[in-house]
């Protein structure tokens, strides 16, 4: 706000009239009467005012000013660390441009990942059961935090305790209901959660040591950790080395409800049941190769 100007009128006198025109000079409002003394105080007290005001003003453009002049510094200063950290990384600095684009594509993967949180089918169904709102959708595979996994699967799974090592299960039916995924699991049972009829558990020979049962159970699809690899092993084969074939080792079948093993290489199940486990062995033996035999041992039979 601009200081008022203030106008004072010249003195004349009267031979100057006579020999020259008066002087121009700028037109003011003149006072009906000579100011007062408290006229003039208020004159004073309002141009202090203004004083204030442009003097506030000035302050406050001088803040935004400094305000500025910081936030230049602090984003000059980022831009400077992030290239030397390229530079150590042996990466090009990046361009404005190029900063844009990594912005950009950087918002579009978290917004992938947030849509990923569940997990979904893949393809069509294969066949659909019951009806209504027990309807079920059954699939050959989902996806799932970018991982696939399909029907026969050996996966690790959540456990419901933080202090529990991970499920293991074989993933046998991928079924859709009301919009949920969940998927069936043929559990193993680890030595020390297997419950023996008359009372204790049993203690693992090896520590990557599962036993295979025919007990099945539906789980939250999201519950699907990883794939893992198991091998099923004769008792009359020797285990394979864990640094050649890392993963799980089967012998034994444990009887949920007789709370009793039996070994892979007994030959009284079920029809299905035993061309289940027949399988499962010639898988490994197609992924590993044959393996020599060994002597048994009188473990083997308790």
């Known amino acids: 706000m601009g200081r008022r100007r203030r106008f004072t009128q010249q003195p004349t006198s009267d031979d100057d009239d006579d020999d020259r025109a008066a002087p121009q000079v700028p037109k003011a409002t003149k006072p009906a009467a000579p100011a007062s ?66 912005e950009a594509e950087s918002e579009e993967e978290e917004a992938r990942e947030e849509e990923s949180t569940e997990a979904v089918p893949i393809g069509e169904p294969v066949k659909v059961t019951g009806k209504g709102k027990k309807q079920r ?70 520590t990557r040591e599962l036993f295979y049962s025919f007990h099945i159970d539906d789980v939250p699809a999201e519950s699907v950790m990883h794939k893992c690899v198991v091998h099923f092993i004769p008792l009359n084969k020797k285990i394979p080395s864990r640094k050649e074939h890392p993963g799980f080792i089967v012998q034994k079948v444990y009887d949920t409800v007789a709370k009793k093993l039996w070994n892979l290489t007994d030959k009284d199940y079920e029809d299905n049941k035993q061309h289940e486990i027949d399988l499962l062995v010639k898988k490994t033996v197609d992924r590993i190769g044959e393996l020599p035999d060994r002597e048994p041992t009188p473990t083997d039979f308790f």
């Open 37 to 102: 003394s408290g006229t003039k105080k208020q004159q004073r007290h309002s141009a202090d005012e203004d004083d204030d005001e442009d003097d506030l003003e000035l302050e406050e453009k001088e803040e935004d000013e400094k305000d500025l002049e910081e936030m230049r510094r602090n984003e000059e200063e980022e831009r400077r660390e992030e290239t030397q950290t390229r530079r150590r990384r042996g990466c090009k600095p990046k361009r404005p441009a190029e900063e844009t684009e990594e």
């Open 137 to 206: 959708k059954h699939y050959y595979s989902f996806e799932y935090e970018g991982n696939t996994f399909e029907l026969e699967d050996p996966v690790l799974l959540t456990p419901e305790q933080q202090n529990e090592k991970p499920y293991v299960a074989i993933i046998k039916d991928i079924t859709e209901n009301d919009g949920s995924l969940s998927v069936t699991g043929q559990w193993f049972y680890r030595p020390e959660e297997a419950d023996k009829k008359g009372g204790g558990n049993w203690i693992a020979s090896d």
